[in-house]
């Protein structure tokens, strides 16, 4: 199964045996660690993540002054905008300190963690050329000291599970409220998350909702919004 929430994998599995679950999962996108993650570690379920490098921002080899191109969709997500490009970015410096001394590189540094996070059976990486292929397959053949884990715990984003626990009902109840066409979406998308979004981010999840409505199922459509902006504030 992929892209479910708790509600629906334990409905799923009442059914069904689940082998594996395909969700995101990133430094910046921990929201499965509070329920779906540990249920299926207690079961033996695989866990097959996907977004580890998030569109490509964790593999550290964008420049503050990067401009994506119009057909780029990363335009459209708050996370290469503005102070949360900044924030991001200061991240990457982070990692690639801990990265670079170890002969490794930030994007070496950031499926190696990601691939040993307790139950975590693998990660999807995809890639464009070879050498990102090579580079990806090979954060698999070495393992982080602890020294190194701690220090990348110090570098990421305070995250406490109460955090976790109110990101992932929010989207949660996108997922399980959506039905059938973009105004309720768009009307789940402000009862749940309106009261702390600026105005400016209102109105992207409405021209992003509305670009994204009827080319994926429901489940992605929401599950893509509330990954590039919720998750990563």
Not at 210 to 218: C, I, T, V
């Amino acid at each position: 199964v992929s892209n479910v929430t708790m509600a629906q994998l334990e409905e799923f599995a009442a059914e069904c045996p689940v082998a594996a679950y395909q969700p995101p999962y990133n430094m910046l996108q921990r929201g499965i660690e509070a329920d779906t993650l540990p249920w299926c570690r207690e079961r033996g379920v695989a866990v097959t993540v996907y977004w580890c490098l998030l569109k490509g921002l964790l593999a550290g080899r964008f420049a503050r002054d990067h401009v994506f191109p119009e057909a780029d969709n990363r335009r459209k997500y708050p996370m290469f905008h503005g102070t949360e490009w900044q924030k991001n970015l200061d991240l990457i410096d982070r990692l690639r300190a801990i990265a670079e001394p170890a002969g490794h590189t930030v994007a070496d540094l950031v499926v190696n963690w990601t691939i040993h996070q307790p139950g975590v059976t693998a990660a999807l990486c995809g890639a464009k050329r070879p050498e990102q292929i090579r580079e990806t397959a090979a954060a698999g053949n070495w393992r982080l000291s602890d020294q190194q884990r701690a220090a990348i715990e110090r570098a990421l984003p305070s995250v406490n599970q109460e955090d976790l626990i109110l990101t992932t009902a929010r989207q949660q109840q996108a997922v399980e409220l959506t039905s059938g066409h973009t105004r309720a979406a768009v009307t789940i998308l402000e009862e749940a998350i309106a009261p702390e979004l600026a105005a400016a981010e209102i109105r992207w999840a409405r021209e992003a909702l509305a670009s994204l409505w009827g080319k994926h199922a429901q489940t992605d459509v929401v599950d893509e919004i509330f990954s590039s902006f919720c998750l990563g504030k």
